[in-house]
């Protein structure tokens, strides 16, 4: 995932057998290709400080990536599951694009060191990229709220 220079890991395709229904033995390969590319761009080019607005879409965006990685383990969050945060956080981005801001500790609250994406983050072995994508959001609380 994150390499510990800072740079970004190419992911290799996880396999996973499938058992074709009614075949037997017959048995096929998927390849899951994990899509971070909101996450990508936003380390790579931060945040417009001119645009916190959709700056604060793109953080958010971000996080809906990373706790859609396959094998996340919510036990330690205050979300039941994977449909939860990513639902929470959807909310929110639905809020914005809808020209509303939200308040700034339902926020905040997420990016929080021992936040619920914190310990997600924690579990699931992105903690890294987490705190790089907390940073973008920190630069952006300033400037929104």
Same mark, same amino acid.
């Given at each position: 995932?994150?390499?510990?220079?800072?740079? =970004?890991?190419?992911? *290799?395709? !996880?396999?996973?057998?499938?058992?074709?229904?009614?075949?037997?033995?017959?048995?096929?390969?998927?390849?899951?290709?994990?899509?971070?590319? !909101?996450?990508? *761009?936003?380390?790579?080019?931060?945040? &417009?400080?001119?645009?916190?607005?959709?700056?604060?879409?793109?953080?958010?965006?971000?996080?809906?990536?990373?706790?859609?990685?396959? &094998?996340? &383990?919510?036990?330690?969050?205050? =979300? !039941?599951?994977? *449909? &939860?945060?990513?639902?929470?956080?959807?909310?929110?981005? +639905?809020?914005? +694009?809808?020209?509303?801001?939200?308040? !700034?500790?339902?926020?905040?609250?997420?990016?929080?060191?021992?936040?619920?994406?914190?310990?997600?983050?924690?579990?699931?072995? =992105?903690?890294?990229?987490?705190?790089?994508?907390?940073?973008?959001?920190?630069?952006?609380?300033?400037?929104? =709220?």
């Amino acid at each position: 995932m994150f390499s510990p220079n800072g740079g =970004w890991l190419d992911f *290799q395709p !996880r396999t996973q057998e499938i058992q074709a229904p009614n075949s037997g033995s017959i048995t096929e390969l998927a390849v899951i290709y994990m899509n971070l590319s !909101r996450t990508k *761009q936003l380390l790579d080019e931060g945040i &417009d400080p001119h645009a916190p607005v959709e700056s604060l879409i793109h953080v958010l965006e971000s996080a809906v990536e990373l706790l859609a990685l396959p &094998d996340n &383990d919510f036990c330690w969050s205050s =979300w !039941r599951g994977e *449909q &939860d945060a990513v639902g929470e956080l959807n909310s929110l981005i +639905k809020l914005i +694009k809808d020209g509303a801001i939200p308040e !700034r500790a339902k926020v905040a609250v997420l990016f929080a060191p021992t936040g619920p994406l914190q310990e997600v983050s924690l579990s699931s072995g =992105w903690s890294e990229a987490f705190l790089k994508v907390a940073e973008k959001y920190d630069e952006l609380e300033n400037l929104l =709220w």
